[in-house]
């Protein structure tokens, strides 16, 4: 458990190394950007740098443990260099050097102690996961990957930043079991650094901010507890959504103060960037898309300037394009397993393959190992499906939240004298609140219509209830203001109170447990050797369609049509043909 502990502090540390490079960037482009950027934020910019770099480099380069390990100890020493300016982000939110460390370093090791318990628990991991890791670090970016296995055609830049954290396996798989409590971390600290540094007129946001690290730590709607120590996109991708929203609402909130130019600047390109990352973690995400209104509303009401605007858009643009083009290097299409965004290609996967995978897809949310052509054919899978729905760990979360929001609704009509979050703001503000909801709707339309399985949606089913309980949420009665953490003192205090719960936690772990070296826990996996493609070796397991950590590259099985005359080359290897 300390090991695992200790690698996500390792990660973080190398995250926030190319976040403070990141920051000075933005800061050359934009002066007073860095306004908006808390201490947390920083870290998520230096992992999206993280994956740009490992997308770009693993192009031509396995991520080896020369090439990622360089990667790490460069990262490393950026932080080093840059430490100044990672504590001057905490302390524009009127947070110590000491407490921003303190606080970041419990977080870090709290969530890598729930790690070891859950490194097998999600079943894609064996499936697919461990060896799309491996992939990129042992070979360079492979034309028409998809043509040995389907799901290499998933494209999730997850796989190749979990690659270079790993250091090409100088750390084991470290990346892939660090990334959910990793991206956890910087968001937990950068929401409670805005939290505390709220005035009560802008509370909205913070209310709203910390109910989403609530309910992502805390309860089953993300299964962060029970599979995050898994390299799945579902978590990452999951928190990132939450915290979009956190960061429309606040930039929203900062529309009441004439003055907060440059942190509303820096507000809605960082909101760019994050939704960017999100949808390069999983496709599923992309109806966040649409928060990119909020920016644009704002640049309308003259609240940012439209340089903010372009800077965020071409952000966005550049952590977008090359996750695009690594998904049309691996399968041919833009969005597989989409068949009609495949591309006329020499590498693309079978268009028949593509359309099976979808169709499965599709199929196995609404009701499992049910054929598609019956499963798709109509209706009859609506009436299981909703009682699956019942039985779902989420459920009692998401009903909780609504009866908060109903309750705060409530309170917030009948009493005198309760202001509100959201009271005092101007119309158009108050406004936005009705675009999240829409694009909460948009996100669990999109959801419904696409592959309903209940644990893919709940995060879109509990925003709703979320944005209410923040608009309804008091702030004062009859004129006094009702208590609320700020300042100095209340980070001190926040910052000491985690670091105790994590020496606490730390030492209730049984000692053998603690001392455990062997990270992280994978079944092992019998194969058997299925030829060659293009001089790589294909291995299947001898049991079984999960690969875990078998030698590469293993496939759960060769279905007729999967590797069909593939198409693979790269200059490590090439097609025979």
Request: a positive charge; hydrophobic letters at 55%.
């Amino acid at each position: 458990m300390l090991i695992a502990a200790g690698l996500v502090l390792v990660t973080a540390a190398i995250c926030l190394g190319y976040g403070v490079v990141m920051l000075r960037l933005a800061e050359r482009l934009r002066p007073g950007l860095s306004a908006g950027v808390t201490a947390g934020d920083v870290g998520i910019l230096g992992y999206i740098a993280v994956s740009l770099l490992a997308t770009l480099l693993n192009v031509a380069v396995p991520l080896s443990p020369v090439v990622a390990g360089t990667a790490c100890v460069f990262g490393l020493i950026l932080l080093a260099m840059g430490a100044r300016r990672f504590f001057a982000q905490g302390a524009g939110f009127g947070w110590a050097a000491l407490p921003t460390v303190a606080t970041l370093g419990a977080l870090c090791v709290l969530l890598g102690l729930l790690i070891p318990r859950s490194t097998a628990a999600h079943y894609d991991s064996g499936l697919y996961h461990v060896q799309a890791i491996r992939l990129a670090m042992e070979y360079p970016l492979i034309l028409g990957s998809a043509n040995i296995h389907m799901r290499f055609g998933y494209n999730s830049s997850l796989f190749q930043t979990a690659a270079l954290l790993s250091g090409g396996g100088l750390f084991g798989m470290a990346g892939a079991i660090t990334s959910n409590a990793l991206l956890m971390a910087f968001v937990l600290l950068a929401s409670l650094q805005r939290a505390i540094a709220t005035p009560a007129n802008w509370r909205r946001s913070a209310v709203f901010a910390l109910a989403v690290c609530a309910v992502a730590v805390v309860t089953p709607i993300l299964s962060f507890r029970g599979t995050v120590g898994t390299p799945n996109s579902d978590i990452p991708s999951g928190i990132m959504v939450f915290y979009a929203f956190a960061l429309a609402l606040h930039l929203s909130d900062l529309q009441r103060d004439a003055a907060a130019t440059d942190r509303r600047g820096g507000t809605a390109v960082l909101l760019f960037c994050v939704v960017a990352l999100a949808v390069t973690l999983k496709l599923s995400a992309a109806p966040a898309v649409l928060l990119a209104v909020l920016p644009l509303l704002a640049w309308r009401r003259a609240a940012i300037a439209g340089r903010d605007l372009v800077l965020g858009i071409g952000a966005a643009a550049a952590i977008g394009v090359p996750w695009l083009l690594r998904g049309v290097a691996t399968s041919g299409c833009i969005a597989y397993p989409q068949p009609s965004s495949c591309l006329p290609v020499p590498w693309r996967i079978h268009a028949s393959v593509a359309q099976s995978d979808l169709d499965w897809m599709r199929s196995w949310a609404r009701r499992p190992e049910v054929p598609p052509e019956i499963v798709l054919a109509d209706w009859s899978w609506f009436p299981d499906w909703v009682a699956a729905l019942t039985r779902e760990p989420g459920l009692p979360t998401i009903v909780a939240l609504a009866a908060a929001a109903a309750l705060l609704a409530l309170a917030r009509l009948l009493p005198p004298g309760i202001a509100t979050a959201s009271a005092g703001a101007s119309r158009a503000p108050c406004a936005d609140i009705w675009v999240l909801a829409g694009v909460a709707v948009a996100g669990m339309a999109f959801w419904f219509v696409s592959a309903p399985l209940v644990r893919y949606g709940q995060s879109w089913i509990a925003l709703l209830p979320m944005l209410a309980i923040a608009q309804c949420w008091p702030v004062s009665f009859r004129g006094r203001a009702l208590p609320w953490p700020d300042g100095r003192r209340a980070a001190a205090a926040l910052a000491a109170v985690l670091a105790l719960v994590a020496i606490v936690q730390t030492a209730r772990q049984p000692r053998a447990r603690l001392a455990d070296t062997a990270l992280p826990h994978y079944p092992a996996t019998a194969v058997a050797l299925r030829g060659e493609h293009a001089g790589i070796p294909i291995t299947i397991p001898v049991q079984g369609n999960q690969c875990w950590d078998a030698p590469r590259l293993c496939t759960p099985h060769l279905k007729a049509g999967l590797v069909h005359e593939p198409f693979l080359w790269t200059w490590w290897v090439r097609d025979p043909s």
